[in-house]
């Protein structure tokens, strides 16, 4: 799942949850879905500040050698 729609899916289950008409079985498994969700995105966060930091570092070493 791409971090727009990990982002539309954690804010379905938010609304869910806020509307506190769902039983405590189907509540836990929401919060583990959104859980799961939220440490997806820490990933894809890490992983796209990686590939900035690396494009940064390139384009210094580009830089310095002109």
Avoid at 40 to 61: G, P, R, S
């Amino acid at each position: 799942m791409n971090f727009d729609d990990s982002l539309k899916r954690l804010n379905e289950i938010v609304n869910l949850m806020e509307k506190g008409n769902i039983d405590l079985d189907k509540a836990l498994l929401l919060f583990e879905e959104g859980s799961d969700i939220i440490k997806n995105c820490d990933k894809l966060l890490d992983d796209a500040e990686q590939k900035v930091t690396i494009y940064k570092n390139n384009q210094e070493v580009e830089f310095d050698h002109e």
